[in-house]
């Protein structure tokens, strides 16, 4: 009896101090919703969402957001007011108390636009105003206001919220649809702008991710939100071109769905294809085929595009040489004809 109540109090010594120093999860979740945008951001039980997807993407978005556990958000940041970023924001605001939305003082004549700024009157929301260098802070994350600088009334992407997400040595930047133009003003402002992650601008069209705001993130992992077989040709091979020749690692959630990162503060791990699933439950997973992405060469002098593995892909000049990772159809989407050798 006697040794078994000192076994007892030697397991309580042993096992109290790991109940005293239990750590929370710092998370973020890249959320699959298509050839949209939406990312969860949580820690110690906070939660900010950066975009809401398309107009259908409210609900999916909802339910993920309650399958993780998530009953209030205290920041939503509307990065800018394109129906792929605020589409389903209207519906997310409705559902969970929202302490602040972070959004450009920018409107758009769209009803996407419109339901956004009604469903924000009927909450208790407050509005606030980017300026680039502030600094707000969520759980064990702060996280600073990169951009915009000053809007542009050309294009609304240039006008979105841009920002580096920090947990003591990991680092995020997000950006939006933020072109090259944005991207310059964050360069300017001098805000060091390093990162282990860089969430792709636009969901990787050519005209963002310029090579002077790569050379300047230098990340060591990239995040692509983009839907499979849009008509966009999103991600631009120029861009796929520029990651892959820096040796980073990409994750796209047309290929692995919804990708999640656990960042521990000291380094950051991913999940591809989180539970709970995505928002959006992908084309080739419903029609149980499921297509995986090939690394193909492409020659933008020919204008023919090769399995990686073909002579005469490799063959291709370095300056003319693309090396592409997705899907055949999406490159003859972009007008590429496949080889008549390697047939890929
Ligand atoms: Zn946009
Ligand atoms: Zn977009």
């Given at each position: 009896?006697?040794?078994?109540?000192?076994?007892?109090?030697?397991?309580?010594?042993?096992?109290?101090?790991?109940?005293?120093?239990?750590?929370?999860?710092?998370?973020?979740?890249?959320?699959?919703?298509?050839?949209?945008?939406?990312?969860?951001?949580?820690?110690?039980?906070?939660?900010?969402?950066?975009?809401?997807?398309?107009?259908?993407?409210?609900?999916?978005?909802?339910?993920?957001?309650?399958?993780?556990?998530?009953?209030?958000?205290?920041?939503?940041?509307?990065?800018?007011?394109?129906?792929?970023?605020?589409?389903?924001?209207?519906?997310?605001?409705?559902?969970?108390?929202?302490?602040?939305?972070?959004?450009?003082?920018?409107?758009?004549?769209?009803?996407?636009?419109?339901?956004?700024?009604?469903?924000?009157?009927?909450?208790?929301?407050?509005?606030?105003?980017?300026?680039?260098?502030?600094?707000?802070?969520?759980?064990?994350?702060?996280?600073?206001?990169?951009?915009?600088?000053?809007?542009?009334?050309?294009?609304?992407?240039?006008?979105?919220?841009?920002?580096?997400?920090?947990?003591?040595?990991?680092?995020?930047?997000?950006?939006?649809?933020?072109?090259?133009?944005?991207?310059?003003?964050?360069?300017?402002?001098?805000?060091?702008?390093?990162?282990?992650?860089?969430?792709?601008?636009?969901?990787?069209?050519?005209?963002?991710?310029?090579?002077?705001?790569?050379?300047?993130?230098?990340?060591?992992?990239?995040?692509?939100?983009?839907?499979?077989?849009?008509?966009?040709?999103?991600?631009?091979?120029?861009?796929?071109?520029?990651?892959?020749?820096?040796?980073?690692?990409?994750?796209?959630?047309?290929?692995?769905?919804?990708?999640?990162?656990?960042?521990?503060?000291?380094?950051?791990?991913?999940?591809?294809?989180?539970?709970?699933?995505?928002?959006?439950?992908?084309?080739?997973?419903?029609?149980?085929?499921?297509?995986?992405?090939?690394?193909?060469?492409?020659?933008?002098?020919?204008?023919?595009?090769?399995?990686?593995?073909?002579?005469?892909?490799?063959?291709?000049?370095?300056?003319?040489?693309l090396v592409y990772t997705g899907y055949a159809d999406t490159i003859k989407a972009l007008g590429y004809t496949p080889c008549k050798v390697c047939n890929p």
């Open positions: 009896m006697k040794r078994i109540t000192l076994i007892l109090a030697l397991l309580m010594l042993i096992t109290t101090p790991v109940y005293a120093v239990q750590k929370t999860e710092e998370k973020i979740h890249f959320i699959d919703v298509g050839q949209a945008d939406c990312t969860l951001v949580e820690s110690n039980g906070m939660y900010m969402l950066i975009d809401g997807g398309e107009e259908d993407d409210g609900e999916p978005i909802i339910k993920y957001l309650k399958d993780n556990g998530v009953d209030k958000l205290t920041y939503i940041i509307a990065t800018h007011p394109h129906a792929d970023h605020i589409g389903g924001i209207d519906d997310v605001i409705d559902s969970f108390v929202t302490e602040n939305v972070i959004m450009p003082k920018v409107s758009a004549t769209t009803y996407c636009f419109e339901r956004m700024i009604n469903s924000i009157a009927r909450s208790k929301a407050k509005v606030i105003e980017p300026v680039q260098g502030a600094v707000y802070t969520l759980g064990d994350f702060t996280f600073t206001i990169l951009g915009p600088k000053h809007y542009d009334s050309d294009d609304l992407n240039n006008d979105s919220v841009a920002i580096k997400l920090v947990n003591k040595n990991d680092s995020f930047i997000f950006t939006g649809d933020a072109q090259t133009e944005e991207e310059n003003d964050i360069i300017d402002s001098g805000i060091d702008i390093s990162a282990d992650v860089l969430k792709v601008g636009h969901h990787g069209s050519h005209s963002s991710t310029s090579d002077a705001f790569l050379n300047k993130v230098a990340p060591e992992y990239a995040v692509i939100s983009v839907g499979e077989d849009n008509s966009y040709g999103h991600p631009a091979p120029s861009t796929m071109e520029k990651l892959n020749n820096r040796n980073i690692k990409i994750y796209r959630t047309d290929i692995h769905d919804t990708v999640t990162a656990v960042s521990t503060g000291n380094g950051i791990t991913f999940t591809e294809n989180s539970v709970g699933g995505g928002a959006r439950q992908s084309s080739a997973a419903v029609g149980g085929s499921v297509r995986t992405a090939q690394t193909y060469i492409l020659n933008k002098n020919s204008m023919k595009f090769h399995k990686d593995t073909c002579v005469y892909g490799k063959k291709t000049s370095p300056t003319n040489k």
